[in-house]
């Protein structure tokens, strides 16, 4: 009977697999779930940009139904060329930046670099502290030697705490002197609730602070570091770092590069005090009918709780900015204004025109008014040319473009000879505006 029961029992061991191997069976059948990517949306991976897998899909979905404000702990969407702050959450109250503080470190090598202080093409050795470094990093070796453009590359496209930090130390010799840069930096663009103390963002637990700014402050930097280097987007725009010598390969941190058409920018960033944050750029180009000009936003995300939860905050930051935001002309140099009365003229009514053609950030919904003021007691003769009064376009109850009105021919006294004088003042006048 004994015997039986062993024979039994080998036979069931023989049959059932054993606890570990039914573990990597379910967990290799779980990958390749997990891997089947065949939805019909694009979404940022650790692979770069792919097909988005079922679940992702899900988990989109779902937070695509959520306000903005239950995605974030604040967001903005802003104008670049206006300074002009379309949307906002939150956008004063003084926020954990993270890695997004690095935008003010580069802000600083930047424009060492434009005054000659330091070049992209110095080499800089790695010290033990750099290379120590954790987080997101780009695995420098301690003595390793680098060039300041590989560092910056690193800083911003896989949000390298080791290399901007080594750039600190390049820039002025010490962290704590780069901090000091770094805060100066701030207090010239008048952030005056910035405060910064390390180049990486990251928690300094020693002294429990962090680098912090408000939102709009944010859109406030990210603004003026654009407009000063606007270089910096070709570096920031990169999809991958792909450095076979160094047996490195990753892409780009910005989940929206790649994904939301014209997003050339700008940086991430990550800690438990700031939560999922991101401040992103993008151009739209202007229709080629001329009905619409370039323009480009900058909106930031900051507190999301999730990747995917700042990805669809952003997402629909940028991308409804788009749809809902453009520049168009709000005049056409042919269009009559208006028709004025002159007295002794021997026209009735002479058409009056804009001087100058303006173009206004138009929420394509606002109507468009204008409202003229015409000199008073215009009399003939009048050159072509001749200012006679101004017009202001609207927007609602703003006033956003305003020109000169003149007189494309001339206005001339009533009687035969003075229509003749008239025609031939028109004639040359015409011919130097075609010139």
Known sequence: MKKFISILLAACTLLVPSTSFAQAIDENVLKEHVEIRDQNIYVPTRNGVQRATYEEAI?????????????????????????????????????????????????????????????????????????????????LKENEEITVDDLLKASLVVSGNDAITALGKHVSGTKEGFVNMMNKKCKELGLTNAHMVNPTGLTDYSIEDYNKM?????????????????????????????????????????????????????????TNAAGRCLIATGLKNGAEDGSTKDIRLIGVTTGSKGDWQRYSASRRLMEDGFKNY???????LEDIVTKVNIEGCSEEETNVYPKEIGTALWDNKTEISTKVNIRKNLKAPLPAGEIVGEVSYYMGDKEVFKTDLVLTNSASEKGFLFKIQNICENIFYNIRNAA
């Open 59 to 139: 988990k989109i979905d779902k937070f695509n139904k959520m306000g903005l404000e239950e995605l974030t702990g604040s967001y903005i969407l802003g104008d670049y060329k206006s300074g002009e702050i379309l949307e906002g959450y939150n956008i004063d109250e003084v926020r954990a930046m993270a890695s997004t503080s690095k935008l003010v470190a580069v802000f600083v090598v930047l424009d060492k670099i434009k005054d000659g202080t330091i070049s992209r093409d110095d080499i800089v050795k790695i010290d033990h502290e750099c290379s120590s470094l954790t987080g997101s990093t780009y695995k």
């Open 214 to 270: 408000t939102t709009r402050e944010m859109f406030i930097l990210t603004r003026e570091l654009i407009r000063t280097h606007p270089n910096i987007l070709q570096l920031t725009s990169i999809q991958e770092l792909n450095k076979t010598d160094r047996e490195y390969h990753e892409y780009n941190t910005n989940p929206l590069l790649g994904v939301v058409e014209g997003i050339d920018g700008l940086k991430t960033g990550y």
């Open 326 to 332: 453009s520049y168009i002309p709000v005049n056409n």
